[in-house]
């Protein structure tokens, strides 16, 4: 009996193995675009949150909700961490569940790091990951039974930065094509931007985001050019925002920059800002109201869709 138990195990351990790996997707199986090699390697330390660092793969993890309560909407994850960690369960893949039990098909960007050793350039290659992402995403439609004109991107912190980066950049030609994926458009139908970093500016910015992405000392269009607020166009995707005013790590000015700068431009805009929720609260369990916001994104979402 033990033994017959002990081979049950196995078995379901190996099943959950092959089971996970057919469900996150690399970006790049061939050549990965701004990668030069290095002796880094990924970091991952499992304590209160899972935080990934120095990341050398750039992957999707595709999480569905079943067949039959599939709403047809996607959302691209970009879990925040200052452009210097990834907070990938408390900001990734806990949201995605969440997603999956609304009916709405979650993908969690695990994207290269501005200081990793294996970036040429720093502030490229978030982007040129999300961009791919995007794409896949778009390209393989069909088979995760969402449409493709309902896919979004959903960013916290400095992922709420590199959501609204993709939001407002997502013509720019950051590589050369690939393959067939890469004839997709990256733009996504809209964006949620939780407590994100939108300006790079002194005074607004999180230094710590502006740092790791631009470097000590960034020239001024190079601040301008990730300051997306100033980015923003009338083909920018409609977007949903939440902050707290009592934010003392993004200041709740990034939210209402970005929030002014997208109704002066005529693209449909909703923000939520709650009195209190600090920074980084996920969920917001045992932050009181601010627990709220996941129930309001889902009625925003449902009001968008095509």
Known sequence: MKKTGLLLLLISVYS????????IIPLWP????????????EVINATDVVRISKVQTPTIEVFTPAKKNANGQAVLICPGGGYRILAYDSEGTDIAKWLNSK?????????RLPDSQSVIKSYKAPLQDAMRALKTIRFNAEKYNIHKNEIGVMGFSAGGHLASTLGTHYNELMYPAADDIDLES????????IYPVISMKEGITHQGSKRNLLGENPNEKLVNKFCNDLQVTGDTPP???????????????????????????????????????????SFGFNKGHVSSWTDLFYTWSKSIKK
């Open 186 to 193: 990256a733009r996504p139908d809209f964006m949620a931007l």
């Open 30 to 41: 061939n050549e990965m675009p701004n990668h030069k090699v290095s002796n880094e390697t």
């Open 239 to 281: 977007a949903f925002l939440i902050h707290a005013s009592d934010d003392n790590g993004v200041p709740v000015k990034n939210s209402l920059l970005i929030y002014e700068s997208l109704i002066s431009n005529g693209v449909s805009a909703e923000m939520h800002i709650f009195s209190t929720g600090g920074h980084g609260f």
């Open 16 to 23: 959950f193995n092959i089971f996970g790996q057919n469900n």
């Open 103 to 111: 009916g709405i098909t979650a993908f969690v960007l695990k994207y």
